[in-house]
């Protein structure tokens, strides 16, 4: 029996031939993996950048070139490029914008140039910076699908804040001493000199001259003690109770900023002074005009009338008074109608009568 032997032999270049089949293979796998990560990387670096970028913004505070940080438009683009390690945007692909903060989040002005003063952001409003980069795969070989602006596909970081730009703190007046002097008793000195002198000569019939001098003397002093009358302060009668009066929350009625006061003691408050803080600059949604000017104050009665730009005022002395065991109403009026909160507005009302001067009614919630 014969048995067949098997030659291993291999043919030559085989090896290469293999390899030359499997390289297109690997080099794609790697490149594929490369330009995956380098994909996820520039997302994960607009995102973040567009985040560091609007958080920058909307700190309060003044920025480097000495405007309010979300004024410094430069400064939001620097803290946005300082996380793009990749070079995947530059200062034209980030876009600023503000909102009210509220539905439908419509931007009302943009941050242009290194600086920009005119906008005129309120507490409550929100920065936007809105970040785009392109990718396109550096081995076309790969079949990654190519995000620019111009096929209208870029990548997009979008991140928003709000600002928080003034807080209203409620302070209480500190009551003043008052210092009264007391008259007292002046005694006056008089002096009243009464002198008397009188030479009288007699002439006689026997011709003999009779020289009788008569001098009164001496001169008096008279005292005579004036009073000076002392009048007498009665002091008044203190108050008692008046952390009893409340007050209700601010509400919008017919355009006006108002506020319910309760006073359940059965004497009217004296008023020594009212603040009042309102949405000056976007307090009115209609038209181009969104300013309002404080133009009235009432309570029982209208006590101040004017023009203020605000954003806040203080109404000292006030004249009106809180009346007695009822509900009330402070109003203040604009020149045109109040309809948007900025979470701002506040009304402080500081008390003048005797045992009130302490008490602060405040109130910053709608």
């Not at 300082?82 to 200062?91: E, I, S």
Request: net charge positive; hydrophobic share 35%; glycine share 8%.
């Amino acid at each position: 029996m014969k048995f067949l032997k098997l030659n291993p032999r291999k043919n030559k270049a085989q090896a290469i031939l293999e390899f030359a089949i499997a390289l297109p293979v690997l080099l794609l796998l790697v490149y594929g993996l490369i330009e995956t990560g380098r994909l996820l990387f520039i997302y994960s670096s607009v995102i973040n950048a567009s985040r560091q970028a609007v958080r920058w913004g909307s700190t309060s505070g003044i920025g480097p070139n000495g405007v309010p940080r979300y004024q410094d438009c430069q400064g939001i683009r620097n803290a946005a490029q300082a996380g793009d390690y990749l070079n995947a945007f530059d200062d034209n692909d980030i876009t600023i914008t503000y909102d009210y903060g509220i539905s439908p989040y419509t931007a009302y002005d943009t941050c242009n140039g290194t600086t920009d003063t005119g906008v005129n952001a309120h507490t409550g409003d929100r920065v936007k910076v809105n970040i785009t980069a392109d990718f396109n795969a550096l081995v076309p070989l790969v079949p990654f699908v190519s995000r620019t602006v111009t096929n209208g596909n870029p990548i997009i970081g979008t991140s928003s804040r709000t600002l928080l730009l003034t807080i209203s703190i409620a302070t209480q007046s500190t009551a003043t001493q008052t210092v009264t002097s007391s008259p007292t008793f002046t005694p006056s000195l008089t002096p009243s000199r009464t002198p008397t002198a009188s030479n009288t000569p007699t002439r006689t019939q026997t011709l003999q001259f009779t020289h009788t001098p008569s001098i009164t003397s001496p001169a008096t002093a008279t005292f005579t003690r004036t009073r000076t009358p002392t009048p007498t302060n009665a002091a008044p009668t203190a108050v008692t109770g008046c952390n009893t009066v409340t007050v209700g929350l601010l509400k919008d009625t017919g355009g006006n900023l108002s506020m319910t006061i309760n006073n359940p003691l059965s004497t009217a408050l004296q008023i020594s002074d009212v603040t009042v803080q309102w949405n000056h600059d976007k307090g009115h949604q209609t038209g181009s005009d969104k300013t309002l000017r404080l133009q009235s104050a009432s309570l029982g009665g209208v006590f101040w009338t004017g023009n203020q730009n605000g954003p806040t005022y203080t109404i000292n002395p006030v004249t009106a008074t809180i009346p007695a065991s009822t509900t009330s109403t402070i109003s203040f009026s604009f020149h045109q109608t109040f309809d948007r909160w900025d979470s701002t507005e506040s009304i402080t009302i500081n008390l003048s009568t005797p045992g009130c001067q302490g008490v602060v009614l405040y109130q910053n919630q709608h």
